[in-house]
Structure formats: C-alpha cells, structure tokens
C-alpha cells in the first residue's frame, strides 16, 4: 500500500479510506509481532501499539514527508506510517541484515534517514532532546519542515522534558511534542505520580501553546496535528498536544497489565478507532463489502509477506559489528 496519500481535503472518502487501510495493517503487524514474540522468532525487549494506531493514523495525513518524527521504543507503527516497509521493520524484530537499522537495533531502535523517521530511542525520554535538536537543523537550514516528536506519560516525568521546552520556546523551534498518554507508563497511573493530570498544562510553565486531543479519533488527532503544524511552519514555534490514547497490551510483551481492570479495557475497545473509520466509510457508502474485503486481504498478504522475508533473509555478516558505531566526519572549522 501506499504510506500517504495526497489528501488535499481532510476527511474525505479518500481520507478514511487511508485511514483504515494504515491502521489495519499496524494492528495486524503488531499482532503477528506478538504471536512471534510468543514463538521466541523475535527476541529482547518488545513494545506493541495496538490500541494507539489513530495517533499516527491522523498525524500522517496533517504532515508532508518531508517532516521528521522521532519516538521512543513503542516504534512499529510510526515507522511503518512513515514509509518504511513491514519488511524491513519486521527483518529488523528477527535482527536480520535486511531490516531496518540492519539487524542492530531491533524492536526498540528502528531508523531510517531515508524516511525521515529518526527513532526508535530506548532512554526514556531521549528523543525530547534529540527531537529539538533535529528542529533547530531544519530551522538552521532555513526549511519549512517540522519535527513531530513523540513521547508517552511517563516520559513526561523526566528532566529532559523541562529544559528542552525551555530552549524550544526561546528559539521558537519548529517541534511538536505530543505526549501519547495511555495512562499508565511502564505500569503506574498518572495520579501516582504527578499532581499534575492534564499533561497538556505542563506547557504553560513556558507559555508554550497546548492542547488535549482525544487520541482514539482520526480526525481529533489529525486537526489537532493540523493546528499545530501551521503554527509551526509560519514561524510560531512549538506546540504540546497532550493525545490521550489507550494501549490494549501490556507495557511490554512481560507485562501481564494486572494494574488496570478488564472493564477499563472492554471501555475502551468501545472507541476502538479502526472500527470508528470503518463505521463511517460503511455510513457513506464509500467502499462495498467486496472492497473492504478486497482491503482485509491485502493487509494480510503484507504482513504474511513481512514474516516470510524475514525468515529468509540472512543474519549480519561479522565484518559489521564495528560499523556504524562511529561516523567519520571532517570539520573544516578545526585546525590541527
């Protein structure tokens, strides 16, 4: 499938259909992700975003791609939004040559340049600092491009988080920071541990603009990224969105989520965004039963495909170990 379509009028047949088509296949790549996990074909650390997929759903269709996003280790889904194939993000899970970051990254580190997809960042919160950091370039290199940078509750605690709002509001960078709250971090409630529960709020220490979008709507989370987008790109610096979401798995593959309840849950798969899209393109009249179907297949056929390249790609040769881990780079500024 195509990872962007240009949609000139949101929320248009062409739109929803996008929508289900993207979010479908991050559900089900982050379901066979699961299944492999269980079968030990993937190993390490592994974090699922089923549940969360309107978040990057609505925040592909309010960008171009020429915008960067960057995240933490929850990265399957956005990589794959921002074109990079089910392929290689899942050659990447078995630690193959062809994935990704070529194997050396895994589930927690998917990257590619080429995409503009930075990341994947394993230090919680990292990506905060390091997502300033590529909105000063683009601001340093006089583009129009932004930076969506994306963190979940937890990070929201960290240090990081303070002093980088504090240099992005002074030098009005080109970044959006959306905090993709589902509530729990690795395993503890916001109200334990913050007086603060609309994240959103921490923005105004810094008079930084704000926002609290309902993150299991498409069109909430596209408008709000819209919104914030503009402002960004006129030369009106960051923005916070607070996007409350819901993730349906555990923090990770170890965690059996006994924090929260069954009836939670159940609450939330009521709002489960992919049905939401399908309700409204079925309303309208927008696709026969034979091309959702049609829909359905193919998303299928894509993830088996992933799976298959996987296992019949090959390991990383020994001459890379060292590679990569250093760039060498000449700077014309320094004299010996």
């Known amino acids: 499938m195509q990872t962007k379509t240009d949609v000139k009028t949101k929320f248009t ?5 996008y929508w289900y088509e993207l979010m479908l296949l991050l559900r089900r790549f ?16 592994c974090h699922l975003y089923i549940g969360q997929e309107a978040i990057a759903a609505g925040a592909m269709t ?7 996003f960057i995240t933490a280790y929850r990265d399957h889904a ?11 993000c899942m050659a990447e899970m078995y630690g193959k040559a062809t994935g990704c970051s070529k194997g050396k990254g895994g589930s927690m580190h998917f990257f590619s340049k080429e995409h503009n997809f930075f990341g994947g960042h394993g230090i919680v919160g990292a990506q905060i600092g390091t997502g300033a950091g590529l909105a000063l370039a683009e601001q340093y290199q006089g583009t129009d491009n932004v930076v969506l940078c994306f963190f979940g509750d937890g990070a929201a605690r960290q240090g990081m988080l ?12 080109p970044v959006i920071f ?3 709250n589902n509530m729990y971090a690795m395993g503890t409630s916001v109200e334990r541990t913050s007086n603060v ?14 926002d609290s979008i309902d993150g299991m709507s498409c069109e909430a989370v596209h408008e709000g990224v819209e919104r914030a987008v503009k402002r960004a790109r006129e030369n009106g610096g960051p ?8 993730r349906y798995r555990g923090h990770s593959m170890s965690d059996p989520a006994k924090y929260r309840t069954k009836e939670e849950l159940e609450e939330y798969k009521q709002k489960d965004p992919i049905n939401q899209v399908l309700s409204v393109i079925e309303k309208n009249k927008w696709a026969t039963e034979a091309e959702i179907e049609a829909i359905n297949d193919r998303v299928k056929a894509e993830v088996e495909e992933c799976v298959q390249f996987a296992e019949e790609s090959p390991w990383p040769s020994d001459d890379e170990l060292l590679k990569d881990v250093y760039v060498q780079q000449d700077y014309p500024f320094i004299v010996d």
């Open 162 to 173: 303070h002093e980088t709002f504090n240099m992005a509001m002074t030098w009005k960078l």
């Open 178 to 180: 959306i905090c993709e």
């Open 62 to 68: 309010a960008t171009k791609p020429e915008d960067k």
């Open 78 to 88: 956005l990589a794959i939004a921002k074109g990079i194939s089910a392929k290689a």
């Open 239 to 246: 923005t916070l969105l607070e996007i409350k979401t819901y």
């Open 13 to 17: 047949k062409e739109t929803y259909l």
């Open 197 to 210: 529960l609309d994240i959103y709020k921490l923005a105004d220490a810094y008079e930084m603009p704000a």
């Open 30 to 45: 982050e379901e066979k992700t699961g299944q492999l996990y269980g079968m030990q074909k993937i190993r390490g650390f």
